[in-house]
Structure formats: C-alpha cells, structure tokens
C-alpha cells in the first residue's frame, strides 16, 4: 500500500480511509514507528512545542532529552540579545514578530549575508575574533564544509538536549558532523521529484495523471524508453529534461552511499554509475543543452519544451511559477524513477562559543522545530518542518488545498511529497568534499553536452582529475 497513507490512517484514525498496503514495511523499517508517521513531508525541522516539553519532563526523567526542553525556563523571563545572519528578510521579518509574542524579552539583530559570501565572513569573523552571529545557516552547497569548521554546538548535549527520534530519519545525515553529532536542524526538508508539464504528458504520452506517469518511469532505463518515445512523436521538439545538468543532481543526489573516509574520497563509487546512465540518457538523444540556471534554461519551462524538472517543494513557488506565470493547472509533480533525493536545503545551527545558548535555541528550535512556529513558517513561507510531532497535529492542514495546488492542476503537492517521495528516501552523511563534487560536476558537464564523443571512463579520469587540483591533500580513488 502507498506508505503516506497507511501512516496517515494510523496517525489520524478511520477519517482517512485506505486499501493499498505494498510499502509499509519500508517505512517502518527506517526506524519509523507510527509515531513516526508525521517524518513525512518535505521541509525543515522538529517541533515538539515547550508546554508539551515541560510536562513530558515532568512525568519521566527520561524524557530530558526533548527537543525543546532547553527553553523550559518561563519563556517571558528569558532575556537576551541574539544575533543571526541569514540571506532571506522575508523569512526573519515575518517569523521574529511571531517569535517575540511568546519569547518577549528576547531580542533578535539579524545581519544580512549573501548566501555566496557567507562561509567566508564567518571564517573571517572567527580568525579575527570579531562578531560572529549566535545562529548560523548553511546552505546546501556548503553545509559539509560549515560542519567541517567545528564551529556548530552539539545539539544533543545541554542546554539544548535535542532528540534526534523526533525528526524525520532519513535527515539526521543531512544535520550531522563526522563525529555523529546532531549539530544543527533543518530549516525546511528539500525532498524532490519532478515537475511534469501535463499538456506535453496528455499529448503524447495519453495522460496526465501522476500514478499512471510513476508507472511509465519506474526505472531510469525505462525513462530512456519513453523520452526516446517522447523524442520521436514529437519529431525532436520535446524532450526529457532541459540539459545533462538536470539529470546529473538528480542521479548523483540518488545515491547516498558513503564515499568519503577522511581525507580519502571514492569519486568512482560515488559517481560511476550516475555519469554512466547520464551518458546513456545523452546518447539516446533525449536531454537538452542547456546549462542550469542560465536564461535560456528559465524561460524553457513555458516553452514546453521538456517534459521534466527536478524539484523540492520550494520549486513551485521559486522556479515553476516564477518562471511559467501564465502556466497555471499544467504542471504535475511525480516521483523520479527509482528512489526520491533532495534538492537544495539550509541547515541551521548555533555557535559553539555562543554567550547566549539558551536564547539562540529559543529561536532556532521556535522557527524550525516548534508547533506554532512550523505552522507559521508553513502557512506564510512554504517550509515544512522535519519534526514528526507537527504532521501527527495537523491533518487539516495538509489536506486542505496548498498555495500551489491549483497552479499544479488541483494536485495535493504536500500530500504528494509525503506519500510518494519521502518514505523511500535515505540521507547522506555531510562531507567538506561535497561542495568540490558539486564544483567539478558544475565545470564538467557542460563540456560533455558539447562533446558527445567523450566516454564514461574518460569522464571518470577527469573527474578525479578536476578533484585532485580542488582538494590536493586528499587521496582521490
């Protein structure tokens, strides 16, 4: 049966009513009890609120562990000055005002920093030994690296006492140093699948629905069956996803093994695989050649000359939308072949030489952990919380239409992410390497968009090549 709602129907009882049994053995299997349920959706953090915490603690000792514990202090008694820099106004302008009504005494500065120039100040601030905020973030492309620094607290140690049981289980990697140490939470889960555009799905393919499109795409192989299809009845003018750059973050995103021991990093077990079923999908003709993020790449989504885009539940907003504004009620979303990945993410954490601990968690566990504020940060920006607790309170909430369901043609977007790209996703430890995977692999691919002749092995030797001059003290395999 469909994981998400088996889960839904033991979290929420006989209102949601199910048949389909097939994968909840997966998902339990993940260390996801019932109770667990709620590890769906995609976004950020746990959320078990203080009052909750509180009375926990009060009846079993061995509940001190409690996510939100650190804050049991009278939150109008908690007085202090935090700082934290961050890159989205938006976000700190609407959720300090939401924060301050129950933390009153608690001031929040927030500086802003350009996402591109973030870890730079703060390894400029710390060598110094000028300011340096009490929460810091790190964004996707760097949060190996921010981890690497040792500059983040132990979450899991006092005053913060966080449980890692109360967040989804496939994101505890994803907020872990290489100690094992919970050292920050996520600011909202990044779970990704693809958006489709359903008149293109509708007219060649015969429809539009995404339980019978996860049935044409299970596989990747299967993928270069219907874009060849895809290819020849619409004599070249459509195809599968924009460029091989579309295609290489999902593929590289799908596979979680470990590949890095120390200073040793296993870029042919890393990447092998990937780059070889890239070259197939190139050599079948079936991607286009355009680079991400250029202009040319944007515009394309209301050409409707792809069927495929990668995306998390940021996309809608932020991609599909920004960039197809007229495009309402023909876009889809369904799960890529084969297993779910993560797209983009920021982890938030707080500084280990921090004078104001307690504060700083109060705010970071508030925006991206607690009830009130997962509500508030879901509602206002989109952003989905990792903590289980939320989903088990909020069944109205994700059965009610979201901001872009209309625009993806009444599809419950959330509901989706939740039931058919969650449960069988898996996390991947965070590696200072990453960011230079990410660089080679931006440098590469479009030179193997431009010359098709180059092979698998050529592309792997230049791969470690390319490594080796961005990280020299490391032993490259």
């Known amino acids: 049966m469909n994981i998400g ?14 048949n389909n049994t097939k994968h909840l053995s997966k998902w339990a299997s993940g260390a996801i009890s ?21 009375a926990s603690q009060a009846s079993s ?25 961050d890159w989205d106004e938006a976000f700190t302008k609407g959720m300090i005002p939401e924060f301050n ?4 005494n608690i001031k929040v500065e927030v500086t802003v920093v350009n996402p591109n120039d973030y870890l730079q100040k703060l390894q400029s601030g710390i060598a110094s030994g000028s300011d340096v905020a009490d929460v810091i973030l790190g964004e996707e492309a760097y949060r190996g690296k921010l981890f690497d620094l040792d500059v983040l607290d132990n979450l899991e140690a006092a005053p913060y006492n966080f449980d890692r049981s109360s967040v989804l289980d496939y994101t505890v990697p994803y907020i872990s140093n290489s100690k094992g140490q919970i050292v920050a939470v996520d600011q909202a889960i990044t779970p990704a699948g693809f958006a489709y555009r359903r008149d293109l799905a509708k007219e060649y393919w015969g429809t539009d629905d995404p339980a019978e499109l996860e049935k044409l795409i299970p596989t990747w192989d299967d993928f270069i069956t219907k874009g060849t299809e895809l290819k020849d009845k619409s004599g070249g003018k459509v195809l599968m996803f924009p460029g091989l750059g579309d295609a290489f973050l999902v593929l590289k995103g799908q596979n979680t093994t470990p590949y890095v021991n120390g200073t040793e990093v296993d870029v042919t077990t890393k990447l092998s695989k990937s780059i070889e079923m890239l070259f197939k999908m190139r050599d079948a003709g079936i991607l286009g050649k355009n680079e991400l993020w250029t202009p040319a790449w944007s515009s394309s989504m209301a050409k409707g000359e792809f069927m495929f885009y990668p995306m998390a539940p940021w996309g809608p907003k932020w991609h599909i939308s920004a960039n197809d504004p007229e495009g309402s009620g023909r876009w889809g979303l369904v799960k890529a072949p084969e297993v779910g990945f993560t797209r983009g993410g920021t982890a938030v954490g707080i500084y280990k030489d921090s004078k104001v601990k307690e504060a700083a968690w109060a705010f970071v566990n508030f925006a991206y952990q607690s009830e009130e504020g997962s509500l508030f940060n879901f509602k206002n920006f989109g952003n989905m919380t990792s903590n289980k607790a939320f989903y088990e309170k909020q069944k109205a909430l994700f059965e009610a239409p979201g901001p872009f369901d209309e625009f993806f043609g009444g599809q419950n977007l959330s509901m989706y992410y939740l039931e058919n790209v969650i449960p069988e996703m898996k996390g991947q430890a965070q590696s200072k390497y990453d960011s230079v995977v990410d660089a080679v692999s931006n440098s590469l691919y479009p030179l193997w968009t431009k010359d098709q002749s180059i092979t698998v092995e050529a592309a792997l030797e230049k791969f470690k090549s390319e490594m080796k001059n961005k990280a020299s003290e490391a032993t490259i395999k």
């Open 101 to 104: 009504k129950k933390y009153p």
């Open 61 to 85: 000792p061995a509940s001190s562990a409690s996510a939100s514990t650190a804050t049991a202090t009278d939150p109008t008694q908690l007085s202090a000055t935090i700082k934290v820099w």
């Open 34 to 54: 019932v109770s667990l349920l709620a590890s769906l959706l995609g976004a950020c953090g746990n959320g078990n609120n203080n009052n909750e915490s509180q």
């Open 5 to 18: 709602k088996r889960l839904l129907q033991q979290f929420w009882g006989d209102s949601y009513k199910v």
